[in-house]
């Protein structure tokens, strides 16, 4: 949460609760708020997004990696 030159942009969920909970979990941690998205292709079509992290169920990794990927320039992903 402390590295330099990295900037937190979005929390995306479909489910506004987890959104909630991400959003006010991190704030408490750092004091910056997160854009909440419910839809990922907006944030795969931010030019400002330089990486992804999937944190999602497993049969949702396949199709965020891939719409990631699809993406120009091809942004870094990691998958959890």
Not at 21 to 28: P, R
């Amino acid at each position: 949460l402390k590295m330099k030159n990295v900037e937190i942009k979005y929390f995306c969920d479909v489910m506004d609760k987890q959104l909630d909970k991400a959003n006010k979990s991190y704030y408490n941690l750092t004091k910056q708020k997160v854009n909440s998205e419910k839809n990922i292709h907006k944030i795969i079509d931010d030019k400002d997004v330089d990486a992804l992290i999937i944190a999602t169920p497993d049969h949702w990794h396949t199709y965020a990696a891939c719409k990631g990927m699809e993406a120009v320039p091809l942004p870094p992903i990691v998958l959890l």
